[in-house]
């Protein structure tokens, strides 16, 4: 038996002699051994252990044979200090894990903090040192430590779309589903840039596909915005939810045929989205695409079965094409069999209605609305229409 204890003589840990351990204390220092046991067990960093064999102090490279096979080692558990936290912090922005390694042996907190709430491992995630990430976790670095902002250092990894430091962190057992001010997660971050590796090792740890932000995004609503096709089917085929809709009432299918993405589009019809969904307007997807102008996404719609007669607020894809001066989407809806006489009703504010089509297509083009926001409904018009 190796039995591992405190001065006061409190056991700390013991570890039966068996064959494979032999085999193991045979390759493996005796410092890295126990330290590795003790750190699993009681959540105490490698770097503040100080290991003594009667009046011996183990040093790290010292194997157990060597050291006559002792049964019992004493532990000491050191205080940080922060005397040398700007060497940390220039270590960990340069990847520089020699001087880290030095700084952390000299019992520098590795969760101090700089002027904008970052640490050691946060800055080391963000600039992608994968390495230096791995040696602050062994030094039992906060995890879920945050910015200013709130973002954890697996937020800023997903974000950067640095895969190998996003590894160690999820490998440490860092939270998946951290939400920064912006209430973003990991997921939602690395969705809204398309960071596909990223993204299906968030969803392989268990991250919630269907978190949202604070419009009531999800990260298949993102990715489908933003045109990700290959990110919409790891998405659905991970299960995530298609018909969650955001503060307007917007499926993924809605905003993917609202910005023109067809293969999207054909990857969420091919998983099942529901055609025919309504926004809180009435709008389907349908209508935002023929409103658009995408003559190519309203003729798939139109090919899977999409209700061609479908109303928002009085007004159908039809008659919102031709309003927006989309002639050709509109000629090609006629030609479809769509009803040119399911006019706008009266209680149709028609003068409304003409602002919204002149702003749609000789307004100022909006480029989104922040982070996943659908565009503005941009194009070009033709004057009013003269089919009816």
Partial sequence: MLRVVSFTSDPILEVEISNEILETLSTETLASFIKRRVSQRRRVSIFRQRL????????????????????????????????????????????????????????????VLDSEQQSPLWKASAAGHAGLVQLLCQADADLESRDQHSKTPLTVAAEANHLEVARCLVDARADVDALDEDFLTPLLWATESGHLQVMRLLIEAKASKDATNKRQETPLFMVATNGYATGVRVLTDAGADMEKADESGYTPLHSAAENGHLEAVHVLIDAGACINSSAQSGASPLYVAASRGHLRLVSLLVECRADKDQA?????????????????????????????????????????????????????????QGKGGRGGRGGRGRGKPSLF
């Fill in 52 to 111: 003594l064999c009667g009046e011996h102090i183990i040093a790290d490279g010292e194997m157990w044979e060597e050291l006559g096979r002792p049964c019992e080692i004493q532990i000491m558990f050191a205080h940080y200090v922060n005397d040398y936290a700007d060497d940390l912090f220039t270590a960990s922005m340069a990847g520089d894990e020699a001087t880290a390694r030095q700084v952390l042996r000299q019992l520098q907190d590795p969760n």
């Fill in 312 to 368: 928002a607020e009085g007004i159908t894809p039809l008659f919102a094409a031709a309003f927006a001066g989309r002639f050709d989407v509109a000629r090609f809806l006629v030609q479809q069999g769509a009803d040119r006489n399911q006019r706008p009703g009266r209680h149709v504010n028609l003068q409304s209605l003409w602002h919204e089509a002149f702003q749609s297509n000789f307004g100022p083009k909006k480029k989104g």
